[in-house]
């Protein structure tokens, strides 16, 4: 038996998240202080007992769910996984689960990722589109032909399911196009910009400069990044994918499908939620999925 270990990204929050973890675990209550002393503020107070409007900063989504996730690994006996992946921000968790960073390192990583994303987004006025029910080629195909500001193909989740990224105007247009093409649904996203899009530029020029000045470890076990959909454990890619990764598309429908090819038989879910499941259980009907 083969597991890979797979960590959710932004939209997995809720409000209490990680609170019995706190409660039930003393080196879990140690995290959550440390977390705390790094960021320079009360995540744990946001993440126990805010509001919906608080969690969904993404300065404060990105750390929140990263720390639910690597702390739920941290206190598991027997964390031995064969092989890990991350969905967009999941993919710091990822890499601190395998050992590529330390907690600390992570966490001031994810959270300079969330400021860069968050000062990227006020530049200009973007969105995300989720499109259902047409083949990935032909929203592609739909991108590219728009005209009218920028869009792109940001997020291939499962067969059938792609989210779009860009412009305010850009996103609309296809919209207009994919429902015309006959996408069941193409509803914009209640998100804080265009993630995984050339839009990203700017976070991405800082993010490299924060990830170039951290040091990375030798990984237990390959992960899987979004960028590249496949195996990786040579420290100099890692760092060069999750720098990409803020402008290119998160390929999570490929990645479970290599993983898949490499023996993956088991799935477990690290973190707030369960979508990677079920997107998972889309992608490979035969996997087995559970939660950590």
Known sequence: MKEAYVFPGQGAQFVGMGKDLYESNDLAKNLFHQAN???????????????????????????AIFLHSVIKAKTLSNFAPAMVAGHSLGEFSALVA??????????????????AMQKACELEPSTMAAVLGLEDAKVEEICASVTEGIV?????????????????????????????????????????????????????????????????????CAVYQNAVAKAVSDVNEIKQNLVAQLTAPVKWTQSVQAMVADGATHFVECGPGNVLQGLIKKIHKEAETRTA
């Open 37 to 63: 002393e790094i960021l320079g503020f009360s995540i744990t107070d946001l993440m126990f007992t805010g509001t919906d409007e608080d969690l969904k900063q993404t300065r404060v989504t990105q750390p």
């Open 98 to 115: 395998n050992g590529t960073l330390s907690f600390e390192d992570g966490l001031k990583l994810v959270y300079a990722r969330a400021m």
């Open 152 to 220: 792109v193909a940001a997020n291939y989740n499962c067969p059938g399911q792609l989210v779009i990224s860009g412009s305010i105007v850009g996103v609309n247009k296809a919209c207009e196009l994919l429902k015309a093409a006959g996408a069941k649904r193409a509803l914009v996203l209640q998100v804080g910009g265009a993630f995984h899009s050339p839009l990203m530029e700017p976070a991405r020029v800082e993010l490299e400069a924060a990830i170039h000045a951290t040091h990375f470890n030798t990984p237990s």
